[in-house]
């Protein structure tokens, strides 16, 4: 039986959880958590992804997905992300604090949602004679 590289181990089970089969995933660390031999440093990350598939099941169900047409990649909301987001907030010489950048943010979505009044629908808005927009 030729070695398995730790490369060739994560190209399979990815293969496998592209095609709906998780659930082997889940298994197959469930033994190596159980193996004498799994070095005991290499246990809590077993664990944590053995945790993470096990919470997450119902959501990788990608085989299924796949038949019903349904977009499996991130790269839709990588798009959306760039054209939303990245276009508007990475200006030539724009810096903003991770607050200042988190409320322009909730503005920015709720006028791309037209959400954008429903912001303000319990305050009453009013304008001061200082205001450009007066």
Not at 17 to 43: D, F, M, V, W
Not at 63 to 86: D, H, N, T, Y
């Amino acid at each position: 039986m030729p070695h398995r590289t730790p490369q060739a181990w994560f190209e399979r089970l990815r293969h496998q959880l592209r095609h709906g089969y998780a659930h082997r995933i889940i298994q197959e660390l469930n033994c190596l958590l159980h193996y004498r031999s799994t070095p005991e440093s290499a246990k809590p990350t077993l664990q944590q992804v053995h945790d993470y598939l096990t919470t997450h099941q119902e959501h990788l169900r990608y085989r299924e997905f796949k038949k019903q047409g349904w977009p499996i990649g991130s790269g839709m909301v990588e798009s959306a992300c760039k054209g939303l987001i990245a276009q508007r907030f990475k200006g030539v010489r724009m810096r903003w604090s991770e607050d200042g950048f988190n409320y322009l943010l909730h503005l920015r979505l709720a006028w791309v949602n037209q959400r954008f009044d429903s912001l303000f629908s319990q305050e009453s808005l009013t304008l001061s004679s200082d205001s450009p927009n007066h």
